[in-house]
């Protein structure tokens, strides 16, 4: 709040408590609800100063989140413009640096692929077959005996090709 405003719920503060203690002292009901009158303009300015401030708020969450979503869909687009292609599972390369997921994540995209019937990570390789990312999906398919999936082709060294 601007100074401005803080007068003047500090005037109304103290314009009602005069009024009131006044109206009490000289048994004046008039002059009793002057001062509540006071009171409660101060508290409507108070409210509606704080209802401002959090509407601002409001909007500023507002606008983080569009503009993140922004950038997700702008990351889901430049993955669905990468090839795909449908593999024979026996044909993908696992790196060595690959090691055996753990127990909570695996069952984790195990239970997410029994519920949804796809894998919730893709599978992507290189151009030379070798597994990129998606090793928990590989393990999926090799459990349900998959011959072939579809497998994201990685174009060039950018980790976000």
């Given at each position: 709040m601007n100074k401005k405003t803080i007068f003047v719920i500090l005037a109304n503060i103290l314009g009602?408590?005069?009024?009131?203690?006044?109206g009490i002292v000289e048994s004046n009901f008039y002059q009793f609800m002057l001062g509540l009158m006071f009171l409660i303009i101060a508290l409507s300015i108070f409210v509606f100063e704080?209802?401002?401030?959090?509407?601002?708020?409001?909007?500023?969450?507002?606008?983080?989140c569009i503009k993140r979503q922004?950038?997700?869909?702008?990351?889901?687009?430049?993955?669905?413009?990468?090839?795909?292609?449908?593999?024979?599972?026996?044909?993908?390369?696992?790196?060595?640096?690959?090691?055996?997921?753990?127990?909570?994540?695996?069952d984790h995209?195990?239970?997410?692929?029994?519920?949804?019937?796809?894998?919730?990570?893709?599978?992507?390789?290189?151009?030379?077959?070798?597994?990129?990312?998606?090793?928990?999906?590989y393990l999926i398919a090799k459990k349900y005996n998959m011959k072939l999936v579809q497998a994201r082709v990685k174009i060039g060294g950018n980790k976000n090709d």
């Amino acid at each position: 709040m601007n100074k401005k405003t803080i007068f003047v719920i500090l005037a109304n503060i103290l314009g009602g408590s005069m009024n009131i203690t006044g109206g009490i002292v000289e048994s004046n009901f008039y002059q009793f609800m002057l001062g509540l009158m006071f009171l409660i303009i101060a508290l409507s300015i108070f409210v509606f100063e704080k209802a401002l401030k959090w509407r601002d708020d409001v909007i500023k969450e507002q606008n983080d989140c569009i503009k993140r979503q922004d950038k997700l869909i702008t990351k889901l687009f430049e993955e669905l413009t990468k090839p795909t292609v449908v593999i024979d599972l026996k044909n993908i390369k696992i790196p060595k640096k690959f090691t055996k997921p753990k127990k909570e994540k695996l069952d984790h995209r195990f239970k997410y692929y029994e519920i949804n019937k796809c894998f919730e990570v893709p599978i992507v390789i290189d151009k030379n077959y070798m597994l990129v990312d998606g090793y928990t999906s590989y393990l999926i398919a090799k459990k349900y005996n998959m011959k072939l999936v579809q497998a994201r082709v990685k174009i060039g060294g950018n980790k976000n090709d």
